[in-house]
């Protein structure tokens, strides 16, 4: 899926072709909705703000001049129309209490993570994801199950990329704290050894 070819299809949009947008839309809706979840916690909230975002991006479309990947413009709406959500709401997220972790312990459950299946780490992540607080499990998504740069995620969020690498760093020690807890503690202490 090439930047180019999203831009193909915003083209045929901005050129009176409507029906084009249902193809962007069947692109990134998944990954918006997952975006949205991670951020509001509920699931009738995130379909809302989904849909919110795919009436936003349409409506400034012509605004979208290319400069970054599509992908990063959408889930940047994506961030945004949360954060409009949550203020709306007023909704305060608990905090996840942070053990002083080092950066080995990190590496080592990471280390553990790697060797469970694939799959099975992506469920424990996912799972672990949704105890976070908003911002934490957004950037984390992007990170982990996007593979974004810390350039695109800067631009997403709209803090510099050191910013996001020092969030994205205190994240995963939140992550790491709420894993420690649910992950076998032979398994922790056998990684720890190596």
């Known amino acids: ?11 045929q949009i901005i050129n009176g072709d409507t029906n084009a947008f249902s193809v962007l839309v069947d692109r990134y809706k998944d990954l918006v909705f997952t975006l949205a979840l991670r951020m ?8 809302e703000v989904s849909q919110d975002t ?10 979208f001049k290319g400069d970054s990947k599509f992908s990063t413009w959408i889930y940047k709406v994506t961030y945004n129309t949360c954060l409009d959500r949550i203020k709306k709401n007023k909704k305060h997220f608990n905090d996840v209490a942070i053990d002083e972790f080092t950066e080995y312990q990190i590496k080592t459950i990471d280390n553990a993570l790697d060797r469970m299946e694939q799959q099975e ?16 499990s957004f950037l ?36 790491a704290t709420i894993l420690k807890s649910r992950l076998e503690p032979e398994i922790i202490e056998y990684y720890e050894r190596e």
């Open 121 to 136: 780490h992506n469920k424990t992540i996912q799972d672990c994801l949704t105890l976070l607080p908003y911002d934490d």
């Open 40 to 47: 509001l916690k509920n699931r009738e909230e995130a379909e």
């Open 1 to 11: 899926m090439t930047t180019n070819n999203d831009q193909y299809y915003i083209k």
């Open 54 to 63: 795919f009436i936003k991006t349409y409506k400034s479309l012509h605004k």
């Open 140 to 175: 984390l998504t992007l990170y982990y199950f996007e593979d974004h740069s810390l350039e695109e995620i800067s631009k997403i969020v709209g803090i510099t990329a050191n910013h996001v690498k020092v969030k994205i760093f205190r994240s995963r020690k939140k992550l």
